[in-house]
T-cell receptor, first 110, second 110 residues
């Protein structure tokens, strides 16, 4: 099925470091969503973005809806052990179908 | 608010059998979408139900069918199970924009 281009695939970071990941699409999206998924669980919505250029924060998380409407990024500041997991971007296309990235796996080095 | 609930949480079936998975949406949500998530992959859209009708469908064979009831709850049916159908099946409910997920049903076909 159709997917967004999400990068990086995985990240190994030290606790306390900042994290950045992004998603790009070849077509325009109307809404961008960022989810976190823990093993064996369903994805949990972190941030929703509705307008081009929108910058939204949720605690240590910040996400932006790209001006071109074809990309979005998610930043996590001062990472902590519970940030470990897989982060997915998702966006509603013009048919209001939710399209997903392949995920970014975040691993914190001890 | 109970959120999105799915049942069962785990299931083991034999090739060729049929399976029914169930989903109760978040209170106030009228749209239910089903996704298949293989290990290490992002969710793949199966179909979406709104007002008891299938509104959109992803690239899945007719062996995958569904139903939505007047109370907005939904079922996913898979016939003639194949080994490749083993996956985490996620249900998401949505109102206008944000999609919220259940914890998923882990289906193993042996």
């Amino acid at each position: 099925g159709q997917q967004l281009n999400q990068s990086p695939q995985s990240m190994f970071i030290q606790e306390g470091e900042d994290v950045s990941m992004n998603c790009t699409s070849s077509s325009i999206f109307n809404t961008w969503l960022w989810y976190k998924q823990d093993p064996g669980e369903g994805p949990v919505l972190l941030i929703a973005l509705y307008k081009a250029g929108e910058l939204t924060s949720n605690g240590r998380l910040t996400a932006q809806f790209g001006i071109t409407r074809k990309d979005s990024f998610l930043n996590i500041s001062a990472s902590i052990p519970s940030d470990v997991g897989i982060y997915f971007c998702a966006g509603y296309d013009s048919n209001y179908q939710l399209i997903w990235g392949a995920g970014t796996k975040l691993i914190i080095k001890p | 608010d109970a959120g999105v609930t799915q049942s069962p949480t785990h299931l083991i079936k034999t090739r060729g059998q049929q399976v029914t998975l169930r989903c109760s949406p978040k209170s106030g949500h009228d749209t239910v979408s089903w996704y298949q998530q293989a290990l290490g992959q992002g969710p793949q859209f199966i179909f979406q139900y709104y007002e008891e009708e299938e509104r959109q469908r992803g690239n899945f064979p007719d062996r995958f069918s569904g139903h939505q009831f007047p109370n907005y709850s939904s079922e996913l049916n898979v016939n003639a199970l194949l080994l490749g159908d083993s996956a985490l099946y996620l249900c998401a409910s949505s109102g206008h924009t944000e999609a919220f997920f259940g914890q998923g049903t882990r289906l193993t076909v042996v």
